[in-house]
């Protein structure tokens, strides 16, 4: 697989009242039926070329501090199969936040995919998740295959 590197500069501001719309995750348990044809991964089309990608994102969070957040995601037949995350912050407050951002965050978006996860207040760190949503668009615009 291919490592593609990219940098975006995003900063979101913090807005007093600001609301966060919420993902979420439909799945069916509907049995197929035997003559179904199903696609595996590899077989399916996408519009996302297979990689891993690199992208940074700079954010603003209170009392004027700037947190970075790169992230490293893997794409395969469309769909994230590995991503790591390693934010850095200067303040005390951010890390409360990070920290339980960075420990759910794998596990909210691997196996999705990746035209259409969108994560929101994870771990509570809702500045961090919109950094994170920035860094999927960053990445989404790399990945076009």
């Given at each position: ?7 975006s ?9 600001r ?68 934010n ?53 615009a790399?990945?076009?295959?």
């Amino acid at each position: 697989m291919d490592t593609h590197y990219c940098d975006s500069r995003y900063y979101i501001s913090n807005t007093i009242g600001r609301r966060f719309a919420g993902a979420s995750t439909t799945t069916s348990s509907a049995a197929t039926p035997a003559t179904t044809n199903t696609l595996t991964l590899s077989e399916s089309s996408s519009s996302y070329a297979d990689g891993t990608y690199v992208a940074s994102v700079n954010y603003s969070v209170p009392k004027g501090d700037v947190n970075s957040l790169p992230a490293t995601i893997t794409v395969a037949g469309g769909v994230i199969t590995n991503l790591t995350v390693d934010n850095s912050y200067s303040d005390h407050e951010s890390g409360r936040y990070i920290s339980d951002f960075e420990s759910l965050i794998s596990s909210a978006v691997k196996g999705e995919s990746l035209s259409s996860v969108s994560v929101s207040r994870v771990g509570g760190a809702s500045l961090t998740s919109d950094a994170f949503n920035a860094v999927l668009d960053t990445i989404r615009a790399d990945a076009k295959a």
